[in-house]
């Protein structure tokens, strides 16, 4: 297994790579997976009508508020701008990703943004900040993985989520925040030491951020402007 | 199995406002030098994002906003072991042993 962080370490960026990084976080798509089919089926929808939506859509939060406000009979148009607004965040994150991928073509860009989660988003980040070099294969290998094993994990949940006993038994759904947690501190760990307390601090306003902000909104309203905000606030408090 | 022709459609719908968002940046970005300022600013992209989504699974939305304490009290062992090995893999595993340990016995 790779270890993250040590500098100067080179890791040959290649699809197999890109494979073998995205291990990690698989426990967390096959059990959110899960529950996205399960949660799917049990509003109405087909296991054939699942398989599409995790194949066409491809984002856990937003299958979950699809299914949701499908039970609660909303109309389409509501259900179309709530997917709108829950996957908006991935604008930033493809921004953030795109200025690494300029030297290839328009085609296997759109192949990259297409399939960006905030999972893959993680992963990649984490190269960019350890200033490795990503290659489209090495991304495709990541993204790939990551796609293939949530349709067989949605499509699973669809099928058999009757069988599979309490999830939550095993401690699956910690296994989301656990990697957004690794992610986080893997982030922070690669930063250099004369600006930690800079990025230290930004967590925090961060933290306050959402607390604020989800008093009045969604959470993936809140998320995306604190994510603003903070990045904003880092900018003009920079040295 | 089946699928109705207006569930096909508003699950294209859907993919078509959820793909939009993810393709537009790599399409815009590559026809365009992006100033210093914008570069530093996605710097913080990352942090940020991840910061504000580790929140966002501890907190329920709603007034006032209240906190899921399970779930702070088993993410403070999992930052001290992701600090420690710096492994995505080994942390997610800590993270849900832990879970399903304090599930185990507190009942």
């Not at chain 1, 760990?189 to 230290?200: C, E, M």
């Not at chain 1, 306050?208 to 402007?225: E, G, N, Q, R, T």
């Not at chain 2, 508003?10 to 570069?39: E, G, W, Y």
């Amino acid at each position: 297994m790779e270890v993250i962080g040590k500098a100067g370490e080179k890791v040959r960026l290649d699809f197999k790579q890109g494979v073998k990084d995205c291990i990690p976080t698989l426990l967390g798509y096959i059990s959110i997976g899960i529950a996205a089919g399960v949660v799917g089926v049990a509003a109405g929808m087909s296991a054939l009508e699942v398989a599409l939506l995790s194949i066409l859509v491809y984002a856990g939060s937003a299958q979950f508020i699809f299914a949701a406000l499908l039970l609660d009979g909303s109309p389409a148009a509501a259900i179309i701008l709530t997917t709108f607004i829950v996957n908006l965040r991935h604008f930033l994150m493809s921004a953030t990703l795109a200025p690494h991928f300029t030297r290839y073509s328009v085609g296997r860009n759109i192949g990259i943004g297409i399939l960006l989660t905030d999972e893959t988003f993680g992963v990649a980040a984490g190269k960019v900040q350890q200033k490795q070099r990503m290659s489209v294969s090495w991304m495709n290998g990541l993204n790939i993985t990551a796609y293939l094993c949530w349709i067989i994990a949605c499509i699973a949940g669809a099928l058999f989520g009757n069988w599979i006993a309490e999830p939550e038994m095993f401690g699956l759904d910690f296994a989301l925040t656990a990697m957004f947690l690794a992610l986080l501190v893997l982030q922070l760990d690669a930063i250099d030491p004369v600006n930690i307390k800079h990025y230290l601090k930004l967590v925090l306003y961060i933290a306050v951020l959402m607390l604020i902000l989800s008093c009045f909104m969604s959470s993936h309203m809140a998320v995306l402007l604190a994510t603003i905000i903070g990045a904003t606030i880092g900018v003009i408090t920079e040295k | 199995m089946s699928i109705s022709i207006s569930m096909l459609l508003l699950i294209a719908a859907c993919a078509a406002v959820t793909a939009l968002p993810r393709i537009l940046p790599f399409l815009i970005i590559r026809n365009l030098k992006l100033p210093n300022q914008v570069m530093k600013w996605l710097g913080y992209i990352p942090v940020c994002i991840l910061t504000a989504l580790v929140v966002s699974n501890f907190i329920e939305e709603g007034e006032p906003v209240s906190f899921d304490w399970q779930t702070i009290t088993i993410m403070v062992p999992t930052i001290l072991f992701a600090i420690w090995t710096k492994s995505l893999l080994l942390t997610v595993l800590f993270g849900m042993l832990l879970m399903a340990a304090l599930r185990f016995f507190m009942g």
